[in-house]
């Protein structure tokens, strides 16, 4: 800690815990997240103890990193809002194949779907095969339609993982003639 002629009283900060997270909890909505942002403002004002003017402030110094805080904080929130709608537009935008390719496709795919975790089973089977939006996704599955662009997108780069590990050479030249569903039960 940097040493000055004010000092941050920590102690006194300690005692106004509660109505911090209550000024907090106010602000953002949810308790977890009042907690995560006091633990952060804590640290910030230990780093910052320093620009504390007056030993007697130190509340009102507080008072202000937490403002800061919560803009830090909606202003995160609002960049992975950006990105879960680009993956979500990404989706959506996506056109669908051709019946010929889409059958020979799902004749490779589909057994692969068995070995992954059941969510992304479930998500891949709804986005890709049911061609299901991501909103009736994501009403189906009980989750945000935010949560489902997430799990679709985890789900999809879980897939090509699975099949680049299975048919090798096969998925990085889009070989349509796939024989390496032999290698499927065996793995």
Same mark, same amino acid.
């Given at each position: 800690?940097?040493?000055?002629?004010?000092?941050?009283?920590?102690?006194?900060?300690?005692?106004?815990?509660? !109505?911090?997270? %209550?000024?907090?909890?106010? /602000? #953002?909505?949810?308790? $977890?997240? *009042?907690?995560?942002?006091?633990?952060?403002?804590?640290?910030?004002?230990?780093?910052?103890?320093d620009t504390l003017r007056q030993?007697?402030?130190?509340?009102?110094?507080?008072?202000?990193?937490?403002?800061?805080?919560?803009?830090?904080?909606? !202003?995160?929130? %609002?960049?992975?809002?950006? /990105? #879960?709608?680009?993956? $979500?537009? *990404?989706?959506?935008?996506?056109?669908?194949?051709?019946?010929?390719?889409r059958a020979a496709v799902c004749?490779?795919?589909?057994?692969?779907?068995?070995?992954?975790?059941?969510?992304?089973?479930?998500?891949?089977?709804?986005?890709?095969?049911?061609?299901?939006?991501?909103?009736?996704?994501?009403?189906?599955?009980?989750?945000?339609?935010?949560?489902?662009?997430?799990?679709?997108h985890r789900a999809r780069q879980?897939?090509?993982?699975?099949?680049?590990?299975?048919?090798?050479?096969?998925?990085?030249?889009?070989?349509?003639?796939?024989?390496?569903?032999?290698?499927?039960?065996?793995?």
């Amino acid at each position: 800690m940097a040493q000055s002629g004010s000092s941050v009283n920590f102690d006194e900060l300690m005692q106004h815990q509660q !109505r911090f997270l %209550a000024f907090l909890e106010h /602000r #953002v909505g949810s308790r $977890a997240d *009042a907690e995560d942002i006091l633990q952060r403002a804590y640290v910030k004002a230990l780093q910052r103890e320093d620009t504390l003017r007056q030993a007697g402030s130190a509340v009102a110094w507080f008072y202000r990193i937490l403002r800061n805080a919560v803009i830090d904080h909606y !202003r995160s929130q %609002a960049a992975a809002g950006r /990105r #879960v709608e680009t993956w $979500a537009q *990404a989706i959506e935008d996506t056109p669908a194949p051709d019946p010929e390719m889409r059958a020979a496709v799902c004749e490779c795919i589909v057994p692969l779907l068995q070995t992954l975790k059941p969510q992304y089973q479930q998500a891949l089977q709804a986005l890709e095969l049911d061609e299901k939006s991501l909103q009736e996704f994501s009403a189906e599955a009980g989750i945000t339609p935010q949560n489902a662009a997430v799990r679709g997108h985890r789900a999809r780069q879980a897939l090509k993982k699975r099949v680049i590990q299975i048919c090798g050479t096969c998925a990085q030249h889009g070989c349509m003639d796939c024989r390496c569903d032999q290698r499927h039960s065996a793995a």
